[in-house]
C-alpha cells in the first residue's frame, strides 16, 4: 500500500479545505465556543470561591472542559464524515472516482484521514486553553495527553461510522441522521440501560450479592464512561464490583471500538465499489 | 477491443439490458444509438465496472470485467452522461488529481496536463476554477480527464449532449483526433446525425437489445431490405420514371425537384443491381449516374424504434 501521504484522495481534500472561508470560520468558532465556556466556568468558579485558587476546583474545571469538548467532536464529526462519500455521489463526481485506478481502501482511508485530520486541528486549536486550566494546577501532563489521546481515538471510530454510514446510504442527511443516531445510543443510550442494568443488580443485591455482566458490557461500549473513569478510577471499580469483571474498562473500550472502528472501514471499502461478482 | 457475451441486466422486473452481444474491434468507433432509457448507458456503466450485471459479461482488452475489474478500469477511459466537478478546484488541478489517482508520477503528470488541456482547447482555462467553466467546457475538460492515463478505450456516454452546435462541432473535432490516434472509441448518442460522420461502426439498441449493428448503409439494407438508390438522367425523366416505376424489386420512387434525379428503394442483391443498371442501359435510358445513396439517418433511426415498439 502506498503511504498515507501519497493518497491522491487525502492531498486534495486537504488543499481543497481552506479554500473556503468556512473551514477557517469553524476553526474560530470551535475555540471561541469553547474559550467562552471556559473562562465562564472560571469566572464562576472565582466568585463563588471568593478569590484565591483551589486545585481542585482547577481539577474540576479540567474534566469539565474534556467533557465539554469530548461532546463537541461527538457532535461534530458525523457532521464532517457522513457525507465524504455519499456527497460525491450527489455530485456525480463518485462515478469517476471509481473508474480510475485508485483502490477502494485508498479512497476510504483518504476520505477518513482528510475529514479527521480537521477535527485534529480543531482539537490542536482548543489545546492553549487548556493552557489556562494548566496554569492553577491540580492535573498531570499525563493526564492532559491521555484525554488528548482518548479524544483523537473517538474522532477516528466515530468518523469510520460516518464514512461507513456515508457509503452505504445514498443521501448524505440520511447518513447524517443515521450516524447521528447511532452516536447517540452509543453515548446515551449505553449509559442509560447501564443505569438500568446497574439498578436491577442494587435490588437483587438484597440477598447474596449478585452480579450482572451487562453493566459491563454496556459500560465498555459507553465513551462518557470511560472518559470520566480517567478521572474518577472509583467509577470503574463501582463497576467491576457490580459486573464482576475485574478486566480493566478502559482495555474493554478500546478493544471494543477498535472492533468497530475496523469493522466499519472494512465494510465501506467493500461497499465502495460493486461486487462484480467473479464466476468460477 | 471490446468484447460483450450476453449481457444482461435486470433491475427488478424491468429489462435494461437483454443478451446483448457486441464485438468492437481495436481502433473502431462506434457508435451506439438508441432512445433515452434504451441501455446505453447501463451498458456504458457495466464496461466501465459501475454496475454489475445480472448475466452475461464482457472483456475489455482481453480482461473480463466480472474477474479483473482493477486491469479494465486502467484500460479504459470513462466520460459519464452526467458528471458534476469539485468546487474551488483548477482545471489544471482537477487533471492532476485524478492523474495521481491512476498513479501517474508528479513529473509525467507536469508533462502530460498541458498536452492534454491544448489538445482540448482548455490551455488558457487553467488557471479557471472548474465549477465556474461553461457547460461545453467542462465537458472537454472530462474528455481530457478520460485520457490521462492514456487508454486504449474510451468510453463516452453522449458526450456532445447539452452543447451548443459549436461546441458540438468543437468536440467532434477532439474526437476525430482520438480516432486518428488509434484509440477504440464506444460513444453513445440518441441524436443520430451526431454520430453517423465519425462511426465507423453504428449499433442502434432498443428496450435493452442490439437491433441492428454494421455501417450506416448496412444498417439500412438489413432493416429495410432494400438500398436507397438515385439515378440521374439528362433527359426524357417520365420515361425513366416509368421504367423504374413497373419494376417490382424498386419501391417508394419518387421524383426529385430538379426534375432529373429518380431515388427509389431496391430490394435486390449485387446480382440483381447488375441486371437493373444493364437494363437501363439496354432501354436506352439518358442516364447519367446510377448510385447508392446513404438515406437520412433519423429516418432509418425512426423506423427501426418504432417497429421495435410495435412488436
Redesign the interface.
Given at each position: 500500500m502506498k503511504s498515507w501521504l501519497m493518497n491522491p484522495v487525502l492531498n486534495k481534500e486537504f488543499k481543497l479545505r481552506f479554500r473556503s472561508l468556512k473551514s477557517f470560520l469553524g476553526v474560530l468558532f470551535y475555540v471561541l465556543a469553547i474559550g467562552i465556556i471556559v473562562i465562564g466556568m472560571i469566572f464562576v468558579q472565582q466568585l463563588s470561591s471568593m478569590g484565591g485558587v483551589n486545585p481542585e476546583q482547577s481539577r474540576e474545571l479540567f474534566m469539565m472542559l474534556s467533557v465539554l469538548q469530548f461532546a463537541l467532536i461527538i457532535f461534530i464529526t458525523p457532521g464532517l464524515t457522513a457525507g465524504v462519500i455519499s456527497s460525491e455521489r450527489e455530485r456525480q463526481t463518485l462515478n469517476i472516482l471509481l473508474t480510475t485506478s485508485q483502490s477502494s481502501s485508498s479512497i476510504i482511508i483518504g476520505k477518513l484521514v482528510s475529514s479527521v485530520a480537521f477535527l485534529l486541528l480543531l482539537i490542536i486549536a482548543s489545546l492553549p486553553l487548556y493552557s489556562i486550566v494548566f496554569l492553577y494546577g491540580g492535573i498531570s501532563p499525563r493526564e492532559l495527553l491521555t484525554v488528548f489521546a482518548l479524544n483523537v481515538f473517538t474522532v477516528f471510530v466515530v468518523g469510520s461510522l460516518g464514512v461507513m454510514f456515508s457509503t452505504f446510504i445514498r443521501k448524505t442527511i440520511a447518513a447524517m441522521v443515521t450516524t447521528y443516531g447511532v452516536m447517540l445510543f452509543l453515548v446515551g443510550g449505553t449509559g442509560f440501560l447501564a443505569l438500568i442494568a446497574t439498578s436491577f443488580t442494587q435490588m437483587s443485591q438484597t440477598g447474596t450479592p449478585t452480579t450482572n455482566i451487562l453493566v459491563y458490557l454496556l459500560a465498555m461500549f459507553n465513551t462518557p464512561i470511560t472518559l470520566v473513569n480517567l478521572f474518577q478510577p472509583s467509577i470503574g471499580e463501582e463497576i467491576a464490583r457490580m459486573s464482576g469483571v475485574s478486566f480493566p474498562l478502559w482495555i474493554a473500550h478500546l478493544i471494543s471500538y477498535t472492533f468497530i472502528f475496523i469493522t466499519a472501514i472494512v465494510l465501506s471499502v467493500r461497499k465502495l465499489r460493486p461486487k462484480m461478482k467473479a464466476k468460477k | 477491443m471490446i468484447e460483450i457475451i450476453g449481457l444482461t441486466k435486470q433491475y427488478g422486473k424491468f429489462t435494461a439490458l437483454d443478451h446483448l452481444d457486441l464485438h468492437i474491434g481495436e481502433g473502431t468507433v462506434f457508435g451506439f444509438v438508441g432512445q433515452n432509457g434504451a441501455g446505453k448507458s447501463t451498458t456504458f456503466?457495466i464496461l466501465?465496472?459501475?454496475?454489475?450485471?445480472t448475466s452475461g459479461?464482457a472483456f475489455v482488452n482481453g480482461y473480463n470485467?466480472?474477474?479483473d475489474?482493477?486491469k479494465v478500469?486502467?484500460q479504459?477511459g470513462?466520460m459519464?452522461d452526467?458528471?458534476?466537478?469539485?468546487?474551488?478546484?483548477k482545471a489544471e488541478?482537477y487533471l492532476d488529481?485524478?492523474g495521481?489517482?491512476?498513479?501517474i508520477s508528479v513529473n509525467e503528470r507536469k508533462k502530460l496536463i498541458p498536452q492534454l488541456l491544448e489538445l482540448v482547447n482548455l490551455t488558457d482555462k487553467r488557471d479557471s476554477y472548474v465549477d465556474l467553466l461553461s457547460r461545453g467546457m467542462k465537458q472537454r475538460l472530462?474528455l481530457a480527464?478520460s485520457l490521462i492515463?492514456d487508454p486504449e478505450v474510451l468510453i463516452l456516454d453522449e458526450p456532445a449532449s447539452g452543447l451548443d452546435p459549436r461546441a458540438r462541432i468543437e468536440m467532434r473535432e477532439i474526437l476525430k483526433e482520438l480516432k486518428a490516434m488509434g484509440k477504440t472509441i464506444l460513444i453513445s448518442s440518441h441524436i443520430l446525425p451526431e454520430l453517423a460522420e465519425m462511426c465507423d461502426v453504428i449499433g442502434i439498441i432498443d428496450q435493452g437489445k442490439l437491433k441492428a449493428q454494421g455501417s450506416v448503409a448496412e444498417i439500412q439494407e438489413k432493416l429495410q431490405g432494400a438500398k436507397s438508390m438515385m439515378v440521374k438522367v439528362n433527359r426524357n425523366i417520365e420515361r425513366a420514371f416509368a421504367f423504374f416505376e413497373d419494376n417490382p424489386d424498386i419501391s417508394e420512387i419518387e421524383r426529385h425537384e430538379d426534375g432529373a434525379s429518380i431515388q427509389f428503394l431496391f430490394k435486390g442483391n449485387a446480382e440483381a443491381q447488375q441486371q437493373l443498371l444493364k437494363a437501363c442501359i439496354m432501354q436506352e435510358l439518358d442516364l447519367v449516374s446510377f448510385a447508392e445513396i446513404e438515406t437520412d439517418l433519423e429516418d432509418v433511426f425512426m423506423e427501426i424504434t418504432n417497429g421495435g415498439m410495435e412488436s
Open positions: - | 456503466s466501465a465496472t459501475l454496475l454489475a450485471p459479461t470485467i466480472l474477474k475489474p482493477k478500469r486502467e479504459i470513462y459519464p452526467f458528471f458534476g466537478v469539485y468546487d474551488q478546484l488541478e488529481f485524478y495521481a489517482s491512476y498513479g472530462c480527464r492515463h
